[in-house]
């Protein structure tokens, strides 16, 4: 039980805090079945000129808007000014979105996703989600060390009715 509580604390709060990543949760099925509703993704940001295709970004659906989205780049091409911008498609999508992705849209690539755990992080709401992250991290690792101590105190237990036995 220790390890799943170290391991989803890592996964789940160590780990994008440690990264300087954004978490958010898939809400359409605009990426399925790979990144179904309720996947919970970490996106780390990336710089623009990094990025190529096939990556999975998350963007402003508008600039200067908080409402995002997350695609794959599917082509890179440049406006008549010269500025890079990229296409992007949902993978589950026919078409390619319409408006181009411009660099300062760009929240980040990600970096890994969890299935199912968004929908426990929807419930906490995108607002909330990152004041919780320490509190969830001090929780998961003190239930960690509980049922450390548990375990240890059981075998001293078993131990101590064996020698009794004897």
Known sequence: MFIAAALAALVLVVAPLATGSQTYTVLTNSMAPKYAPGT??????????SLRVGDIITYQIESGKPA????????????????????TKGDN????????????????KLLYAVPYVGL??????QTNRGALM??????????????????VRGRKRVTKESGQAS
């Not at 989205?69 to 990229?86: D, N």
């Not at 411009?102 to 929240?107: L, T």
């Not at 426990?120 to 709401?125: R, S």
């Open 68 to 87: 995002v989205i997350s695609h794959r780049i599917v082509s890179v091409g440049t406006t008549e000014s010269g500025e890079r911008v990229f296409t």
């Open 40 to 49: 919970f993704l970490v996106v780390k940001p990336t710089s623009f000129a």
């Open 134 to 151: 320490p509190l969830a991290a001090v929780g998961l690792v003190g239930f960690g060390a509980f049922s450390m101590a548990q375990g």
């Open 120 to 125: 426990v992080a929807n419930k906490l709401g």
């Open 93 to 108: 999508n026919s078409l390619a979105d319409a408006a181009p992705v411009h660099a300062q849209q760009v929240r980040g």
